[in-house]
């Protein structure tokens, strides 16, 4: 299923303060071609930075008390990348879809067409990749691809999304309600002014997201009123 033109609660730290701060000096390192030390609390490098021709020292003192066994280490980067229930849901959209769509585009009538959408898991199923194609949108070719997930540190789906019509990524949050199997996914649109690139709050309900009939909904603001308004509309019937 496509997720955009297809298509906890609190944050903790993604890694270990240590491990982070070992990450920081051998990257470091690594990007200036330094050498770093042998000792495992206090790491340096001093070496010349390929931009401004100046001699840097790039180092750091890590307290003693901040060790941390690295078996201790790798099971809890387990845990924090381990999939949830969440998760399951995605695989649900994963799969070829026909697709039939809707949109007003100023016109008396909507813009009718046909699509496809190809969807699958990948990363150990954290997260569906989509690669959406409608031969013929006004008369041109649309395409698009994206990756959705969900996001643990955030409590929330999250996806990304770009096609051939923008050269912008756009990005969107979203919840998932249970009761009525909808998705609904929040963010913002960037589009060609009058007066240059403006961005717009956008909305994308996507309804009977567990069945294989799946209806997504595209919500944008009323130029008139400034209200939320529904733009179209993508109906998917799994193959």
């Not at 050498?35 to 003693?64: K, L």
């Not at 691809?145 to 996001?151: E, I, K, L, W």
């Not at 770009?162 to 309600?177: F, L, P």
Request: a negative charge; proline letters at 5%.
């Amino acid at each position: 299923m496509s997720l955009r033109c297809c298509s906890s609660s609190s944050i903790v730290k993604r890694i270990a303060l240590g491990a982070g701060f070992f990450t920081a000096g051998a990257v470091v390192a690594w990007a200036f071609n330094a050498t770093i030390t042998s000792d495992p609390i206090t790491q340096s490098a001093d070496t010349t930075s390929p931009f401004t021709g100046q001699v840097i020292t790039a180092g750091y003192t890590q307290p003693e008390d901040m060790e941390m066994d690295p078996g201790g280490m790798m099971e809890m980067m387990m845990e924090w990348g381990a999939t949830t229930e969440e998760h399951e849901l995605l695989k649900n959209m994963a799969g070829e879809w026909d697709c039939t769509t809707s949109f007003s585009m100023g016109g008396p009538e909507p813009v009718e067409g046909t699509a496809t959408s190809e969807s699958r898991m990948v990363l150990g199923g954290r997260f569906v990749t989509t690669h959406f194609s409608m031969p013929d949108f006004m008369g041109m070719e649309f395409e698009g691809m994206g990756a959705a997930g969900y996001d643990k540190a955030k409590g929330k789906f999250i996806n990304v999304w770009m096609d051939n019509m923008s050269t912008g990524i756009s990005t969107m949050e979203g919840v998932y309600d249970e009761d009525t199997d909808t998705m609904t996914w929040s963010g913002e649109a960037t589009y060609p002014g009058p007066e240059g690139p403006m961005t717009v709050p956008i909305q994308h309900i996507v309804r009977n997201v567990s069945t294989d009939t799946t209806t997504m909904e595209f919500w944008e603001p009323n130029p008139m009123t400034g209200e939320l308004m529904k733009s179209g509309t993508i109906v998917y019937t799994r193959r």
